[in-house]
């Protein structure tokens, strides 16, 4: 079963300076990827969602798949207060192929300094 | 519209009791979700509907149960509810096919069990 790591477990940034959070899992059965970003007594809601190896621009969001490494990444361009959250990747495999469960890191805790 | 409600947002229950918490969706959706999340802990998959059929977890089928009367709503129950049922459990749904896949999840409902 995919294991996932996810890194740092909180990160502090001062505004400008750029966000990088990371996720590395533990096989290449998983070809979906997605990173959700959770506010405080809200639902999770999807930021980015990359298929193959490369990188995805979402707005001031952008992925980073590695499936060689075993890597993604997200980062975050010019981080606004409003981006204060917990973020967290995820990753399935194509349904169809028997399962069509998420797989989930821990999350980062994102704080932004003013 | 990609939204997904819960019901009640916060429950308390005491041990022993049952407790059954709902779901809908309005995106005509044919797969709706149950994770479970702990603090500290990455969300789990308990169990999920596509379209009439209920797939369970292995390490959670017999302590949750779920129906599912229209397309719409969902609902997860837990017949004797235990002190480590304690968590947010997040609704999902998703419309199958492709790797477009994506989950929307719900804002969640955290239980407390006494």
């Known amino acids: 079963q995919q294991k996932v790591q996810q890194s740092p477990e909180s990160l502090t940034v001062s505004e400008g300076a750029m966000a990088s959070l990371n996720c590395t899992f533990s096989?290449?059965?998983?070809?979906?990827f997605r990173w959700y970003r959770q506010h405080s007594g809200k639902g999770l809601e999807v930021l980015v969602s990359i298929f193959s190896d490369g990188e995805k621009e979402e707005g001031r969001f952008t992925a980073h798949l590695n499936r060689a490494s075993l890597h993604v990444s997200l980062h975050i361009r010019e981080p606004q207060p409003s981006d204060s959250a917990v973020y967290l990747c995820a990753m399935s495999m194509t349904p169809g192929t028997g399962s069509n469960r998420l797989t989930f890191g821990k999350g980062t805790k994102f704080s932004l300094i003013p | 519209d990609t939204t997904v409600k819960q019901n009640p947002r916060y429950k308390l229950a005491r041990v022993g009791k049952p407790v059954n918490l709902i779901c809908s969706q309005t995106m005509n959706h044919d797969t709706m979700y149950w994770y479970q999340k702990k603090p500290n802990q990455a969300p789990k998959l308990l169990l999920f509907y596509y379209d009439k059929i209920l797939n369970r977890e292995a390490d959670t089928f017999e302590k949750f149960q779920s129906s599912r009367p229209n397309n719409s709503f969902c609902s997860l129950y837990i017949g004797s509810a235990g002190l480590e049922y304690s968590a947010m459990y997040l609704c999902a749904s998703s419309q199958m096919g492709g790797h477009q896949d994506t989950q929307y999840f719900g804002p969640g409902t955290r239980l407390l069990v006494l």
């Open positions: 096989d290449g059965t998983s070809d979906n």
